[in-house]
Structure formats: C-alpha cells, structure tokens
C-alpha cells in the first residue's frame, strides 16, 4: 500500500506531492500532464519574475521525481473507499491502493462525487484550512475547492497545506517542513 495517492499533475497534486516525497512519504501522482498550466504565463508567482506554464509544470514534475515521488501517466477511471484507505483503478485496468487521497481534478469533481462529496460549481468542495474533506483521508486542493479563484500559487499552497496536515497526522503531532541553507566553511 502507497502512502498517498494524489490525482491530478497541476500546481496543487505536484506540490502535495514535492512535500510528501520529500519527507520520505511513498507517493504516486496520476496525471497525464494536461494541465491549463500549459496555457497560462505566470507573473505572480512569489519568487519567479515570470515563467510560462509548460516551464513551471517541467521544473514541477523534475521536483517531484528528484526527490522519491513517483508519477504515472495515467488516468484514474475509479476510487473506491477500502479498509484502511482508498483504491484506485487506472484506465489500464491496474489497482492501487492507499492510506490517503489528494484530489487536483481541476474542475471536474468526477472522482470526489463518487466518495460522496458535494461540489458546488460556485464554492466548491468543502474542506477545512488544509483541503482535508468530510471524507477521513481524503484532501481536495486547487481550483476543486475554489472554483473560480484559483491561481497557481494558491493551488500550490493549497497542495502545501495537505501534504503538512497528512505529516502532522502521520507524526501524531504538527509538522513542520522548513529547511536550513547550507552552512558557510
């Protein structure tokens, strides 16, 4: 069993991810690089002056594989509530299984609505201040949980927010994901 399944490639599923990889989490992403990021030019991103959304979403990818997560370009037909978890089936017919599901399906709450979550086109899924549903171990993040606010930046934050709430609980207590530069010689 993976730890976390997240669906969806956007800022949001590619920055869940970059912090559960990153902490040692097992990790798939679903998705098929299909993102709007494709079309967007971002120059209100904090920290990057400007950079087309193909650029970002490679550079997110790399992250995501440099440091353990694993990506599958796939589409994920189903999931499924199972002991202990959530199951997926991909359009190949493969199963997985995990403790843990973040959604980034854009706008389409195609899978949320199968777990039972309500999506309103105007407000969303509801979720608490870190995406996590009324689902147990079900987070939504990005333009799913705001539909017609989203940014890539908040998307990434969103994405953010899970990956630290799932640590939190994982740990038994909160995590904090911070990083010192290296020490000058």
């Known amino acids: 069993m993976t730890d976390v399944i997240v669906i ?6 590619l920055s869940a991810a970059l912090f559960l990889a990153k902490s040692g989490k097992d990790v798939v992403v ?4 299909k993102t709007a990021m494709h079309w967007a030019m971002l120059y209100n991103y904090l920290g990057i002056p400007e950079i087309h959304g193909s650029e970002f979403q490679k550079i ?5 594989l ?5 990506i599958e370009d ?7 509530k199972v002991e202990g978890g959530f ?10 299984t995990a403790k843990y599901l973040v959604l980034s399906e854009g706008k389409n709450p195609r899978l949320a609505q199968t777990l039972g979550l309500q999506y309103d086109i105007d ?3 509801a979720t608490d201040r870190n995406g996590h549903t009324a689902e147990e171990g079900v987070y939504v993040v990005g333009r799913l949980a705001r539909p017609g606010r989203s940014q890539a930046i908040i998307s990434a934050g969103d994405g953010a927010a899970a990956a630290i709430d799932i640590l939190s609980r994982e740990q038994g207590s909160a995590f904090a994901d911070w990083d010192s530069p290296p020490k000058e010689e």
């Open 8 to 13: 969806g490639d956007g800022p949001g599923g």
């Open 30 to 33: 679903f998705g098929q690089d």
């Open 60 to 64: 997110g990818r790399q992250q995501v």
């Open 87 to 96: 199951e997926i089936e991909t359009e190949s017919g493969q199963a997985h």
């Open 66 to 70: 440099h440091y353990g997560g694993k």
């Open 74 to 80: 796939q589409r994920v037909e189903s999931v499924t």
């Open 123 to 125: 407000t969303g899924i």
